[in-house]
């Protein structure tokens, strides 16, 4: 039997073997199919309970399968299932079509939509109607037989080409080591990095160290190496994966997908891409996100390139460089920030042990929200690196699974993202809890430390456990208004806001101990952290801002004319730039959030969300960290709430007010 079919409570990873894939999603689409004929064949007049309603609940076995199956393709994956990945991705996308340009199906949801003033919904009814309503009328229900065929060929060519995006990414990164064996190239690395890499060497049986294109390898390398030389190496060699004259080059699938996702807007009846994809979210034009993002660019431009001066000035002084490339720019902002604050980030290191950071998180969750975190052994996971956990609150009701996946290895891609294996919903009055997931990519422990955090890692758990905690205290009816199912730009809120409690006194000294001592640590350390928070701010905004503004380049015009990736792309970055090019090397061809994740018109949330995390903080700061008020505020009218209500509306209930960029400005020493 297919265990993928039968009826399961927490995932069954290891009793599911590859083959299993397939067939049953085959299935599950079928089985789909049925529920949604069984709404299309009605005979009563279509209401709110028998097509709205019904609707959101089919295809809960497609959903539960597919969440298993794509969560694999990026945290354990291996050739076969990136072929699967390859031939059921068309299938689902048709699927998608044959829903979304069903013509029966979508009149009858018109027919309640057209109604539905005389229908006394609630807030959230009303939200799901008009959701499902526009999930048609955006994706192409409107349209007539050929352009429907049109679009869905786009779909199926866009589908393809984004998973050949990733794979490509991914090869090129597996396909970069850097073997060193002479003392001098490893000088000024840390102990740690040095061991980790020494690790990886042994078991590729070589000797010496071996550095990688993942995160925990490169980001090191390229803070603390002193040789400018293999800096360079490393760097040009991150800067060009998918831009090299190979298999896995991207500059065509690029272009394939911004070209045909202008042609989709088009056919729909947008402008562009952008047009599109801004109407559901809170931005909700092209040209306010561009002067969101100019007004912010207006404040960050001159301390970046003040603090650029500075820096290239220091390692001027320091080894007499006269002109600053990028792969100096980690190396001496770590130097300068040493002197500057005198921290350095490997003394922190060793207060920041995975356990002890993860007993952390589940503590200030439990001061603010009531949750209590139990590590469970009983629960099936798809890899011994997994840690699952039962969530319940103060009065032992459950709450939520929790699983989470902290370590890199070869079948996992880079980064650090939340997923969901099962969303909450009340169904036939029963309240069904999530099961939530968080990957991320956290040093090793080696054989004579445990895992030991940078203090950048350490943020990234918080914000990954951010939108957990959006997914765990879900409480909505319908589960495609649950949790993280919210528009775009407010998604990160909750992940983005837990992050500065890292910076709090109060919060660190709950689980920031040394891994040897137990000591807690010391008050200077806590001060230099915050106020070493805003150091190079200004250079921090234009990189998020530069991203931004090249997504919306590639975005918010007609692509048809552009030959040359490389300098459309040199062109978006102009009013950003302060490193000289590297010709060699190309962003946009690994730019995964745009052309692989779901950050396409969409990556200036991040910054968006610093907006709303800045503001919203600030009233934890007046009423203190662990206020239970505000904290109750917080989870009643943003964590449990999902999708149900506009983002704005529910953001102001929290807050009373509408957010304002200038507590963003202050907290980054911008103003």
């Given at each position: ?201 042994k078991e590729n049986n070589k000797e010496g160290w071996i ?285 983005q806001i837990l992050e500065n409690w890292c910076y709090e ?72 730039k302060l490193y000289p090019d590297v010709k060699e090397n ?86």
């Open positions: 039997m297919n265990p993928l079919l039968q009826d399961f409570n927490t995932a069954p990873f290891s009793k599911i073997s590859e083959q299993d894939y397939k067939p049953a999603i085959q299935t599950a689409i079928e089985e789909t199919k049925k529920e949604i004929d069984l709404i299309v064949s009605n005979s009563d007049t279509p209401t709110f309970e028998n097509t709205t309603v019904a609707l959101d609940f089919t295809g809960e076995k497609l959903g539960r399968i597919t969440s298993i199956f794509f969560n694999l393709n990026s945290a354990e994956t291996n050739d076969k299932i990136q072929k699967i990945a390859k031939e059921i991705s068309p299938w689902l996308s048709e699927f998608k079509n044959d829903m979304i340009l069903n013509e029966a199906l979508f009149q009858r949801v018109k027919t309640v939509y057209d109604s539905k003033d005389g229908l006394s919904l609630t807030p959230e009814q009303s939200m799901l109607l008009e959701k499902q309503y526009k999930g048609f009328a955006r994706n192409g229900a409107n349209l007539n037989d050929v352009e429907k065929s049109t679009l869905r060929k786009i779909d199926a060519e866009l589908s393809n080409l984004s998973l050949q995006f990733g794979e490509n990414v991914l090869a090129e990164t597996n396909a970069f080591e850097m073997h060193l064996t002479a003392e001098k190239d490893v000088a000024g690395l840390p102990e740690s990095v040095k061991e980790a890499a020494s690790q990886l060497a550095f990688t294109l993942d995160y925990p390898s490169y980001i090191p390398f390229m803070t603390y190496a002193d040789s400018r030389e293999l800096r360079k190496k490393l760097a040009v060699a991150a800067g060009k994966k998918a831009f090299q004259k190979n298999d896995f080059n991207n500059e065509d699938v690029v272009l394939a997908i911004v070209k045909l996702r202008h042609q989709r807007a088009n056919l729909l009846g947008y402008k562009t891409h952008a047009h599109f994809v801004l109407e559901e979210r809170m931005a909700e034009t092209p040209e306010k996100v561009l002067s969101f993002s100019n007004e912010l660019l207006q404040k960050a431009k001159p301390a970046a390139q003040k603090e650029f001066e500075e820096l290239e000035s220091y390692a001027k002084k320091l080894d007499g460089i006269d002109q600053l490339q990028k792969w100096d720019g980690a190396y001496y902002a770590e130097k300068l920030k040493k002197e500057r604050y005198n921290l350095d980030q490997e003394i922190l290191k060793p207060y920041f042990k995975l356990e002890n950071v993860i007993d952390g998180v589940f503590t200030v969750a439990s001061k603010l929200y009531d949750l209590q975190f139990k590590e469970v052994f009983d629960i099936d996971t798809y890899h011994p690196d997994v840690k699952t956990y039962n969530v319940s609150d103060i009065d032992n009701n459950f709450i939520a699974v929790f699983y989470a996946d902290f370590h890199p290895r070869k079948g996992k891609r880079n980064g650090a993202w939340m997923t969901s294996y099962r969303p909450q919903q009340i169904k036939n009055g029963i309240n069904e809890r999530p099961h939530v997931s968080i990957v991320c990519n956290f040093t090793k422990p080696t054989n004579t430390k445990p895992s030991l955090l940078t203090f950048n890692e350490v943020t990234t758990l918080f914000h990954e456990f951010g939108h957990a905690l959006h997914g765990m205290l879900a409480n909505t009816t319908y589960n495609s208004l649950s949790g993280t199912s919210v528009s775009w730009d407010f998604v990160e809120l909750p992940s006194k109060e919060a660190l000294e709950l689980f920031a101990k040394h891994y040897e001592t137990g000591e807690t640590i010391p008050m200077e350390y806590v001060t230099k952290i915050k106020e070493s928070a805003s150091f190079h701010e200004g250079m921090q905004t234009l990189r998020q801002l530069s991203f931004g503004l090249l997504d919306m380049s590639w975005h918010s015009q007609d692509p048809s004319k552009i030959t040359s990736v490389k300098e459309f792309e040199n062109q978006a970055f102009s009013k950003t190309c962003m946009s061809t690994a730019f995964s959030h745009i052309f692989q994740g779901g950050y396409s018109a969409g990556y200036y949330s991040y910054k968006w969300a610093e907006v709303l995390d800045a503001d919203a903080f600030e009233y934890f700061l007046e009423k203190g960290i662990f206020n239970k008020e505000v904290a109750t505020k917080f989870k009643e009218n943003v964590l449990s709430k999902g999708g149900t209500e506009k983002p704005m509306d529910l953001y102001k209930r929290f807050r009373g007010k509408e957010p304002k960029p200038d507590a963003l400005l202050r907290r980054a020493g911008l103003l």
